[in-house]
């Protein structure tokens, strides 16, 4: 499956911003999809990750409460609905696809997307 994430952007502490990331192929809900986030000088890391039904979701602690991770397997798309977003939420944003099952570890991601970048102003 080849993924393309989109949607980052420029955007002042406390606002908002919405990632897609388009899977190609038809087999898009076998796979269970996550988000990772690289900030400058740091590794990558898990921000968030919904099983293939899109019934279970699971959330970085730095992140529960103001990001959404959501799918809609008709438009083979996943979303990452960024609010409140903060200085530290600054970083180049990766989507994943898993096809083994939902996972927060990068290594168990089989493709990644090219990364969007998010940067937020204070």
């Known amino acids: 499956v080849q993924l393309q994430a989109s949607g980052g952007g420029l955007v002042q502490a406390g606002g908002s911003l919405r990632l897609s990331c388009a899977a190609s192929?038809?087999?898009?809900?076998?796979?269970?999809m996550g988000w990772f986030r690289q900030a400058p000088g740091k590794e990558r890391e898990f921000v968030a990750a919904?099983?293939?039904?899109?019934?279970?979701?699971y959330y970085a602690d730095s992140v529960k409460g103001r990001f959404t991770i959501s799918r809609d397997n008709a438009k083979n798309t996943v979303y990452l609905q960024m609010n409140s977003l903060k200085p530290e939420d600054t970083a180049v944003y990766f989507c994943?696809?898993?096809?083994?099952?939902?996972?927060?570890?990068?290594?168990?991601?089989?493709?990644w997307g090219q990364g969007t970048l998010v940067t937020v102003s204070s």
């Open positions: 994943a696809a898993d096809r083994s099952g939902i996972s927060l570890k990068e290594v168990d991601y089989d493709f």
């Open positions: 192929g038809r087999t898009f809900s076998y796979y269970t």
């Open positions: 919904i099983s293939r039904g899109g019934t279970s979701t």
